[in-house]
C-alpha cells in the first residue's frame, strides 16, 4: 500500500496550529485537527478517528496496545467505520465489517474557521474493492472538531442498479473502571442479546456486569456514557440509524483476542450506531444516505 507524502500533505492541506499531518504506526498516514474545543487524530488509512480530547478532559477514545497498525488489518480502537456491511459476511472469506476500515482513503479538503477544523475524505470503488463488493459506489467521510466531534458517512450509489448496505460507527470509549459505568437513555428500549438471541426490554440504566453485545432500538437517537471514576459524561447523537449496539468483549473473548490485552475490557465500552440487517439501507442509483454521529464530553 502507497501511502502519500507527509510533507506534500502539510504543504496543501495544513494549516498551522490547525490542522497537521504526520507518518503514525506502521507508516500511516495521520492527520491532527485542532481547535479552541480540543483536538482529534484520523488516520488517513481506514478513515479511522484514533484520538479525541476536548479542552480539560483526557482522552476519550479507547485503543488496544496490542492493536496492529498494518495494511490490511483493522486497528482495534477509536472509531472505525464499518461498511458496506456490518458484522461478518455470509461468505466467510470476506473481512469482518466490511473493507471501509482496512483501506486507504482519498484526502479531499481540510477548512478551518474560528471555531471549526474539517477534514473530508473519499473512497470509491476501485479494482480493490470489487474484489469484496461489485457494485459502483462513493464514500465521503466529514470529520469535524467543534465543541463536539462530528462524524458523516455519505453513500451515493454510482451503480446503475440498487444495493443494500448495512454499516455502523464503532466507537471504543475509554473508560476508568466498566463495572462502575452506566449507560442511560436506553430505559424501555426493546433489545436483541446477540449472545442468546433472547430479545427484552431494558429497565432503568444499563450496568455492564458480563460480557456485552446487545442491539438496542432506542426510541431517541441519543444516549449517555456516565463514568464516575473519570467524572465525565460522553453524551453520543447520532442520525441515519435507528439501532445501538452496546458491546464489551469481558473476561474470555478479550483472551481470544490477539490484538485486545487481557485486561482491556475493564477500560471501554462501545455504544455503536448502526444499520443492520433489520433496517439495512437500500439505495437506487442516484441516491445516498447520511449516517452521522456527534460526540460531546462533560465533567461530572
Excluded at 510533507?7 to 481547535?35: H, K, M, S, Y
Excluded at 485503543?63 to 458496506?84: D, H
Excluded at 469484496?132 to 453513500?155: C, G, S, V
Excluded at 475490557?265 to 445516498?288: I, K, S, W
Amino acid at each position: 500500500m502507497n501511502f502519500p507524502d507527509i510533507a506534500l500533505l502539510n504543504q496543501r492541506f495544513g494549516a498551522p496550529g490547525r490542522i497537521a499531518f504526520r507518518t503514525g504506526e506502521a507508516g500511516l498516514p495521520i492527520v491532527a485537527l485542532v481547535n479552541a474545543y480540543g483536538s482529534c487524530e484520523v488516520s488517513l488509512y481506514g478513515g479511522h478517528v484514533l484520538d479525541y480530547r476536548p479542552t480539560g478532559h483526557g482522552p476519550v477514545l479507547f485503543t488496544s496496545q496490542k492493536s496492529a497498525y498494518e495494511p490490511g488489518k483493522p486497528i482495534r480502537g477509536g472509531i472505525p467505520v464499518c461498511w458496506p456491511w456490518f458484522g461478518p459476511n455470509p461468505d466467510k472469506a470476506l473481512p469482518l465489517h466490511g473493507f471501509a476500515r482496512i483501506l486507504q482513503w482519498d484526502l479531499q479538503a481540510t477548512e478551518y474557521s474560528a471555531d471549526v477544523t474539517e477534514l473530508r475524505l473519499t473512497l470509491r470503488d476501485c479494482d480493490q474493492t470489487r474484489r469484496f463488493w461489485p457494485h459502483a459506489f462513493e464514500l465521503t467521510l466529514r470529520i469535524w472538531l467543534d465543541q463536539r466531534l462530528n462524524i458523516a458517512l455519505t453513500t451515493v450509489n454510482r451503480d446503475t442498479q440498487a444495493f443494500t448496505l448495512t454499516q455502523a460507527f464503532h466507537p471504543y470509549f475509554r473508560v476508568r473502571q466498566i463495572m462502575d459505568v452506566t449507560v442511560r437513555g436506553l430505559d424501555q428500549a426493546p433489545y436483541t442479546d446477540r449472545l442468546t438471541g433472547q430479545a427484552a426490554i431494558q429497565s432503568g440504566v444499563l450496568n455492564i456486569r458480563s460480557e456485552t453485545d446487545r442491539l438496542y432500538t432506542p426510541a431517541a437517537a441519543e444516549c449517555v456514557l456516565h463514568d464516575p471514576g473519570l467524572g465525565r459524561a460522553i453524551a453520543l447523537a447520532y442520525t441515519g440509524a435507528g439501532r445501538l449496539v452496546v458491546w464489551n468483549p469481558w473476561i474470555d473473548k478479550a483472551r481470544a483476542m490477539p490484538d485486545f490485552g487481557d485486561d482491556e475490557y475493564t477500560r471501554m465500552l462501545c455504544l455503536e450506531p448502526a444499520n443492520t440487517a433489520d433496517d439495512a439501507v437500500t439505495l437506487a442509483p442516484g441516491t445516498q444516505h447520511t449516517l452521522s454521529l456527534a460526540v460531546q464530553a462533560t465533567l461530572t
